[in-house]
């Protein structure tokens, strides 16, 4: 059979339609990813409130040890000896200065406020805050005399309470979770 000219167009013209509904042999990844956004948390009840500025009072009072601990351990490093008493005595200062912070702002943090596992989070971090204020009644009468071991007893409560923290906050929903797929950045 032979095809004219006209015919072929024709022939043509009918087959770029059926091309184009010629099933999609492309692959599809089969994974789906959800773009709703998580939903945000929900509002603080006033006892969950009046937990987190509780945390916010002891801050004050972490902070203030950790400025004594950096000053104490650089001051360990001088040759100046006057220089390393002055960075001991400053140390129990602030160790009794944080403990008024610490214990003023944990008499306000009640765990029970929350449930399931924040509640678990909260106790332990509890827990974390009343032994660093435990110990401060020790630092600040001993700092003078042995700076080094008290400034390691400090830093190690103090990494303790830190990583409390921030289970609390994850677990409480202030905090997203660190994601492990992403490269840290430098």
Known sequence: MRC???????????ALPLAAQ?????????ITTDTTPPAPPAA???EQQRYLEGLRRVARGISQLRIGVDQATRAQTATDSLARRRAASRLGGFCGSARSFMSGGRAQMQP???ADTAQLKARLLVQRLDAII???????TEARYQTAAVTAEVG????AYEE???????????????DSSKPASP
Request: net charge positive.
């Open 4 to 14: 004219t000219p006209t015919v072929s167009l024709i022939l043509i013209a009918l």
């Open 22 to 30: 010629a099933p999609d042999t492309t692959r599809v990844d089969s």
């Open 44 to 46: 603080p009840t006033p």
């Open 112 to 114: 029970m406020v929350y």
């Open 134 to 140: 435990t110990y401060t009644k020790t630092c600040e």
């Open 156 to 159: 190690k409560r103090l990494q």
């Open 164 to 178: 409390a923290l921030s289970a609390f906050r994850i677990a409480a929903g202030l905090q997203a979770p660190a």
